[in-house]
């Protein structure tokens, strides 16, 4: 069964040079890039507050994997942490990730600091729809409280996660695992107060981590009893008030992160999981006996969904090779992150098959990198749009490395100055100067490779 709609008139509420869909990393990446080359930027946001799953998920420990490596931040992601610390300090009492945001100061920033680049900020402004014009998009429909509204702009950068507008635009795309398509599981994290932060720290110890070490051991040993199939517990800071910042355990599997009846299961699900880590807690350690959930995540949180097909696929061979790519415009640590999609992992590790319901992390940091060209931010079929972050073209291993939240910031970087200058050229965002776009890059903090150095 279907309906039929009507035609009606859009009308058009705001136009610009860029127009950046999606308010995470990736997108604040874009459109204060975008900004800094002199582009009227306008910025679409689905929620109240930027930050993407920092602010929406909770997940504030977006860097930990650099301790101890020679890796550190580069680009806006460093300015962000750095200027963020300074103006609202960050209380933590572990030592584990000093620089982990505090999720609720950074939405004040970002307030303050797209308002300082003379950004334009739409919330609430959810996008499912594009008008187009041949192979180009003519403006995006904007569903709000008066109705559809359509924004118009010269360059279009998709970084909503989902790769919505690409997909509206005819993009053709990659979804989950290769064979049989599933996605790493959703998650609904939860905060919790009341924790003890002088015995968690006692005589040196990080509690928290000990903790999670226990829980670990208990889940294998089948000792738990819980339902929720994942088996690790991270937590995010302590703080000296005794607030746990995020406990990010309660997930669901087997999702499409695109269909809203399994959006809608996953939220339900995950909060029943909520309940049980936090009585668990509760009731299994002495430190923790008088803990309440403060909050729980105001939204699931993914970790892959849509990919797009652009003029490259960026592999888990060109990442583990560390390819070079002459269009290169991010460089990053050797990171993969991926919970198995259906819970279990083979005992070699492989994430592609069934085995034991052990380890079903995938971290490996060393000293090694891998390049992001600029080929995988460019969907084939659609002339004025760039996709920054998670669901740029990569296989479904790559992409456990590219949703790292800085690299999705960097990758917006990209994204958002390749918009400006194809503004600047009347071009096509494929046909930019590359060495130009390596450039004005190299001028906001990344490090990319000259052609001499490679």
Same mark, same amino acid.
């Given at each position: ?21 999606? !308010? ?21 946001? +689905? ?55 505090? %999720? ?19 919330? #609430?402004?959810? =996008?499912?729809? @594009? ?8 403006? =995006? ?6 109705? *559809? ?29 290769? !064979? ?18 002088? +015995? ?20 294998? $040993? ?6 929720? +199939? ?38 339900? &699900?995950?909060?029943?999981? @909520? ?22 995540? *105001? ?28 269009? =290169? ?10 919970? $198995? ?17 052990? #380890?079903?992390?995938?971290? =490996? @940091?060393?000293?090694?990198?891998? &390049? ?15 996709? $920054? ?9 790559? &992409? ?5 939240? %800085? ?48």
């Amino acid at each position: 069964m279907a309906l039929v709609r009507k035609e009606r008139e859009i009308p058009v509420l705001k136009m610009c040079d860029v127009l950046v869909i999606g !308010g995470g990393p990736a997108g604040l990446g874009a459109a204060v890039s975008a900004a800094r080359e002199g582009m009227g930027v306008i910025l679409l946001e +689905k929620r109240a507050y930027l930050g993407g799953n920092i602010t929406a998920s909770y997940v504030e420990n977006c860097n930990y994997f650099l301790r101890n490596t020679p890796f550190k931040a580069e680009g806006l992601y460093a300015e962000i942490e750095r200027r963020c610390y300074e103006e609202y300090g960050n209380d933590n009492a572990r030592a584990y990730n000093q620089k982990a945001f505090s %999720s609720e100061y950074l939405k004040l920033f970002l307030d303050k600091l797209v308002q300082e680049e003379g950004i334009t900020v739409l919330f #609430h402004a959810l =996008v499912n729809e @594009v008008i187009m014009e041949g192979s180009s998009i003519l403006g =995006v429909i904007v569903q709000t409280k008066q109705g *559809p509204q359509a924004i118009q702009a010269k360059q279009y950068i998709d970084t909503t996660g989902d790769a919505d507008v690409a997909y509206a635009s005819g993009v053709g795309y990659d979804q989950g695992r290769e !064979g049989d398509h599933l996605c790493q599981p959703g998650t609904v994290s939860l905060r919790l107060s009341g924790a003890d932060t002088q +015995k968690l720290l006692e005589n040196g110890r990080d509690g928290l981590s000990e903790i999670g070490r226990q829980f670990k051991a208990a889940y294998r $040993a089948g000792e738990t009893a819980l339902a929720c +199939k994942r088996q690790d517990l991270p937590f995010g800071r302590l703080t000296h008030g005794g607030l746990i910042s995020y406990v990010n355990y309660s997930c669901a599997y087997g999702l499409d992160p695109t269909d809203i009846q399994d959006l809608s299961k996953g939220e339900m &699900e995950c909060r029943t999981y @909520v309940y049980d880590i936090y009585r668990y807690l509760k009731r299994t350690h002495d430190e923790l006996k008088n803990i309440e959930i403060a909050s729980i995540a *105001p939204e699931i949180g993914f970790r892959d969904s849509r990919r797009i097909h652009g003029r490259y696929k960026l592999t888990i061979e060109d990442m583990e090779s560390n390819r070079h790519f002459d269009d =290169v415009i991010a460089v990053f640590p050797r990171f993969y992150d991926m919970l $198995a999609p259906d819970a279990y992992m083979d005992g070699d590790g492989s994430v592609q098959g069934k085995g034991f319901a052990g #380890h079903i992390y995938e971290h =490996v @940091v060393d000293e090694r990198t891998f &390049e992001i060209p600029y080929a995988s931010l460019v969907p084939l079929g659609v002339d004025n749009l760039l996709v $920054a972050g998670r669901c740029l073209s990569a296989d479904h291993v790559a &992409e456990s490395g590219v949703r790292a939240i %800085s690299l999705c910031m960097m990758t917006g970087q990209g994204a958002g100055v390749g918009a400006a200058l194809a503004v600047k050229g009347a071009c096509e965002p494929q046909n930019v100067c590359i060495p130009e776009l390596q450039d004005r890059l190299r001028s906001l903090g990344l490090q990319i490779p000259s052609k001499e150095g490679v």
